[in-house]
């Protein structure tokens, strides 16, 4: 089977993106409105330019700007290698002031994983308990939300932290979403597809890479529980989140803007901004308050199927045209590749886009490398008070497809859970390429669940976890440690 799925492109998408590379440029300066100005004419221009092309039809493995990280979703359109070394130049004299929160979590009526209330703490790493409450926007920052209902005097964040990308809504949520059988999906995934794997309410789906790509954000319902799942390519962090906050239901879409490389979103109710990688209000009425995280993992199709053989999966059929190739951000995951518009010092630590599976405690944020994972295939470990288990298993291809190399590394999957069961401490280890446990020799596999031997039908709990870029993970969590083995 072909990995390519060929659709055509709408020529307002390479408007949108040219649109959104002017007004970056025009925030080179942050104390006058004369790039406004320039900005909008050159708008103008774009658009009289982009009106008269022909729309262009997009050929399976035609090469499209394999050189660029991220070059062909509409967040990709923004900026090319020239504008990008533009773009650092004009924020790297931003300072990142100190931030601030308050606030308290809140917990999903119906999860009591463990891992939930440790995620629901998350804290952002550099917050105080104040909320900033002027309005610190320049001018170029105001023109571009000029039509926004955000309450800009409330923030925890300083503004000249966030960096413009698209207009709001520039790459759309999927707020209906649709779902199709394993069979149906098989049509069109490999079996080493990565998704993100939920399993909420008795129901599992399935939400392919290919799609979150390109949306990023899926406003979706689990029975009566809404649920709001993010995939950030350039953090690499694909979270999902309770949609409930304090009694009310939250629709979420893309603001268009980033912090530390990653998305911001807004709740669609007070337009409040919001960081995807913390799940913290960070502008607006909203400021300050957080998101219950709810655990999730990204497996292979092959492994979601053979888990959850009733399962569904995102359609296809989204009802945008548009291609879903997992072709935009090709090889943007390579070592030694710089991070996409991201202004922040590097931990040295480790290597900038190293993936390690991060989880956040109580008292301790810690992060497991995937390079030191995948040659153990199971950690044990404790932290914060708490027992915690990793796997990692290969067969799940990174999201970052080369399609003229047809270069899909195999970075496998992770999972992390609370290895106590029915009153026992279970301990781990890979014996003949199968996750075992030492206690009663029953294998395991990837989402936690018992598939062989005494304790087959058994379940782990899940812990809350991530598979990010270190260089994100550390820019958010600073005082990480680092299992080390």
């Known amino acids: 089977m072909s990995r390519f799925i060929t659709k055509k492109r709408p020529v307002s998408w390479l408007l949108i993106g040219l649109v959104g590379l002017l007004m970056l440029a025009a925030c080179g300066t942050t104390t006058s409105t004369e790039p406004v100005n320039q900005a909008e004419a050159a708008a103008e221009e774009a658009a009289e330019v982009t009106q008269e092309e022909d729309p262009v039809e997009e050929e399976a493995g035609s090469g499209e700007n394999e050189s660029s990280a991220a070059s062909d979703t509409e967040e990709d359109a923004v900026i090319d290698d020239g504008e990008e070394e533009q773009a650092k130049e004009s924020d790297s004299e931003d300072e990142s002031g100190s931030q601030s929160e308050s606030g308290s979590d809140q917990e999903a009526d119906s999860e009591e994983d463990a891992g939930t209330e440790e995620d629901t703490a998350a804290e952002a790493s550099e917050a105080s308990d104040d909320i900033l409450t002027d309005d610190g926007r320049s001018d170029i920052m105001k023109q571009i939300t000029e039509d926004w209902n955000t309450n800009w005097n409330r923030h925890t964040v300083p503004y000249d932290e966030l960096v413009p990308v698209l207009f709001r809504d520039g790459i759309r949520s999927l707020d209906a979403p649709t779902f199709e059988t394993l069979e149906q999906a098989a049509g069109w995934l490999e079996d080493d597809d990565p998704v993100i794997a939920v399993e909420l309410n008795g129901e599992a789906r ?38 409930r906050l304090n009694g009310e239901t939250l629709e979420f879409g893309t603001s268009g803007w980033l912090r530390n490389s990653d998305l ?132 799940t291809s990174s999201a970052f497809f080369n399609p003229v190399t047809q270069d899909w590394d195999d970075v496998g999957a992770t999972g992390v859970f609370d290895p106590n069961l029915n009153g026992e401490k279970l301990t781990f280890a890979v014996i003949d390429g199968s996750i075992v446990d030492n206690e009663t020799g029953s294998s395991w596999n990837i989402l936690g669940q018992a598939t062989d031997g005494p304790l087959a039908g058994e379940s782990l709990t899940p812990i809350v976890h991530g598979d990010h870029f270190w260089f994100s993970w550390a820019a958010f969590k600073p005082d990480t440690v680092i299992f080390e083995g």
């Open 264 to 395: 911001i979103m807004y709740d669609r109710t007070t337009e409040s901004l919001w960081q995807q990688f913390t799940g913290e209000g960070i502008v607006g009425d909203l400021a300050g308050e957080r998101l219950t995280f709810l655990p999730s993992s990204v497996v292979s199709f092959s492994d979601f199927s053979e888990a959850f053989p009733e399962g569904t999966v995102l359609s296809i059929d989204t009802g945008f045209d548009f291609s879903y190739n997992l072709s935009s951000y090709a090889g943007y995951d390579t070592s030694g590749e710089d991070p996409f518009l991201f202004f922040g010092d590097i931990d040295p630590r480790l290597p900038t886009m190293e993936r390690v599976v991060s989880i956040t405690l109580d008292n301790v944020d810690v992060a497991y490398p995937v390079t030191l994972l995948s040659e153990l295939g199971v950690i044990n470990d404790s932290q914060d008070g708490q027992d915690i288990v990793v796997f990692h298993t290969f067969g």
């Open 206 to 243: 399935a939400y392919p890479l290919r799609i979150l790509s390109a949306h990023e954000i899926v406003n979706d319902n689990f029975g009566d529980l809404p649920v709001v799942i993010t995939f950030c390519p350039l953090c690499n962090s694909a979270i999902v989140f309770d949609g």
